[in-house]
């Protein structure tokens, strides 16, 4: 499988499924999308910004929900692997990504796997273990989230730094200089001081890389 970027905004996402899983996956596309979970109890809260619809679907149901709710993907969090297979089926037909929860061997082509996610915005950093072990996931991300500090804020930096340097340098040297910025040790110290250090360091490092006296 190949990771990508999906922007949710404006989608809707529906989730079968109120247990724990469905409740992750409603908080995970919450953040952009419109989402309902559609289950008869709700158990795995919370649901972030959520539409929850009491109701337990039959298999022969799941196609009129995926029409009504024209959603762009459809999760299936059910303990019913038969409904699961239902909706994943209807989803499908419909045209939407599908994503199951309960499975991760066999996929059919066209499905979506849900990795294991760090953010420090507008940074996000993902792990998948092919569906192998998610607990390999869960440990890795725990530890890159150590690593990934700060990062949101250094990206801002050398984002607004690129944008400065594109007027007024050739694209090698402005290049040169967001690299020696993103790879400065002395930057990443500073970051989430909130003291203005990191845009001095910034600074100095961009004038000793362009041969300039700050
Ligand atoms: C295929 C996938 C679903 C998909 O694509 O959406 C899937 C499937 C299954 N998970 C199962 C079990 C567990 N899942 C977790 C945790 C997470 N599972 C996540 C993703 C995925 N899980 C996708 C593949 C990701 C990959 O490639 O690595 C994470 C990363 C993201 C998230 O779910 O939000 C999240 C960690 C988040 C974090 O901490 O950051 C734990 C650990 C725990 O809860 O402590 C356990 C129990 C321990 C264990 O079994 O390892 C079972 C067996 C169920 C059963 O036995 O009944 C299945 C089904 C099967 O394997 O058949
Ligand atoms: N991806 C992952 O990380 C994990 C996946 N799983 C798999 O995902 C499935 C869901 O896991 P959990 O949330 O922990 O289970 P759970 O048993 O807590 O939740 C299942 C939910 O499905 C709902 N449900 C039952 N019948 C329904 C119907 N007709 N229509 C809609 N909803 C219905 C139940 O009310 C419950 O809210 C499990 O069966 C397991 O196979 C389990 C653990 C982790």
Request: glycine fraction near 10%; hydrophobic fraction near 40%.
Given at each position: ?214
């Amino acid at each position: 499988m190949i990771p990508l970027l999906h922007d949710f905004s404006g989608r809707r996402v529906l989730v079968f499924g109120g247990g724990r899983v469905g409740a992750r996956r409603a908080r995970t596309f919450a953040r952009e999308a419109d989402v309902v979970v559609v289950s008869p109890a709700f158990e795995g809260g919370p649901y972030g910004d959520a539409s929850l619809v009491r109701a337990a679907p039959r298999p022969v149901d799941a196609d009129a929900w995926v029409e009504r709710v024209a959603p762009a993907l459809v999760v299936a969090a059910t303990d019913d692997p038969d409904l699961n297979d239902a909706v994943a089926r209807a989803a499908r037909e419909r045209g939407c990504l599908v994503n199951r929860a309960d499975r991760s061997g066999d996929r059919e082509a066209g499905d979506v796997a849900v990795p294991a996610t760090v953010r420090d915005d507008p940074v996000v950093v993902a792990v998948s273990s092919g569906g192998r072990s998610p607990a390999v996931s869960r440990v890795l991300r725990r530890r890159i989230e150590r690593e990934v500090e700060g990062a949101g804020e250094l990206a801002r930096l050398t984002g607004d730094l690129r944008e400065r340097l594109r007027e007024e340098q050739p694209p090698e040297r402005r290049r040169a200089a967001v690299r020696a910025v993103a790879e400065s040790d002395r930057v990443w110290k500073t970051l989430g001081s909130g003291t203005g250090k990191a845009e001095q360091i910034v600074d100095e490092i961009v004038s000793a890389q362009l041969g300039e006296s700050p």
